[in-house]
């Protein structure tokens, strides 16, 4: 459902970046919209595959070799707060508005399912929209069970991070195997190992 026009304009807040400047609603919208993709999910996803100790939270999104719609739920607690706290960080350097934080939140958790469901678009059009939003396929790679492509494909809503950074990959999508190989000996359905998958000594790190 979409949001009213309304509850976009309550922007109210008196710190930040964005209150430093006057221009429409829009404009402040989608600089909100970039910074908070940008730091509460491109950065944070890709310090959690590059700093070891966070990659083993991550792992437990990674275990999962049936991604669907799902998986795209499927993370640690400390994982999950984690992101939360560089939202946070994000909102206050900005001074997003209460509006367009939830708006974004609202975006994010309906491409986390778009991206993790099981579907494909036709190709021609999940590789032309992966120029600008992440795609279904686009964000298959990112959960294939091996390097290089594991470490790929970062970003939740927008594409352009991958693309700006050299973190994007686009291949042939037939040769994705879902799963992580170093984590492979776990029950991927079982929640208590899964939460314990960060302090099992069993599992290897990269």
């Not at 070799?65 to 984690?82: E, N, S, W, Y």
Request: charged content about 15%; proline content about 4%; overall charge neutral.
């Amino acid at each position: 459902m979409l949001l009213p026009l309304g509850f976009l304009t309550g922007y109210t807040t008196q710190f930040g970046f964005l209150h430093l400047f006057e221009a429409p609603v829009w404009v402040k919208l989608l600089l909100s919209l970039l910074v908070l993709d940008f730091i509460a999910q491109y950065s944070v996803h890709y310090l959690l595959h590059k700093v070891p100790l966070l990659w083993r939270l991550h792992l437990v999104h990674h275990t999962d070799k049936m991604v669907d719609a799902t998986a795209g739920t499927r993370h640690h607690p400390l994982d999950f707060i984690l992101r939360e706290t560089f939202a946070f960080i994000a909102v206050v350097l900005m001074g997003v508005a209460i509006s367009f934080y939830m708006f974004y939140r609202i975006l994010s958790i309906a491409f986390t399912y778009f991206t993790h469901a099981n579907v494909s678009l036709p190709t021609s059009l999940d590789k032309t929209l992966s120029y600008v939003i992440v795609t279904p396929d686009m964000h298959k790679f990112h959960h294939h069970n091996q390097l290089p492509w594991t470490d790929s494909n970062y970003g939740n809503v927008f594409s352009i991070w991958d693309r700006l950074f050299g973190t994007f990959t686009y291949r042939n999508v037939k040769d994705i195997v879902y799963g992580i190989d170093i984590a492979d000996h776990t029950n991927d359905e079982s929640i208590g190992v899964q939460l314990g998958i960060p302090f099992n000594k069993n599992v290897k790190s990269k």
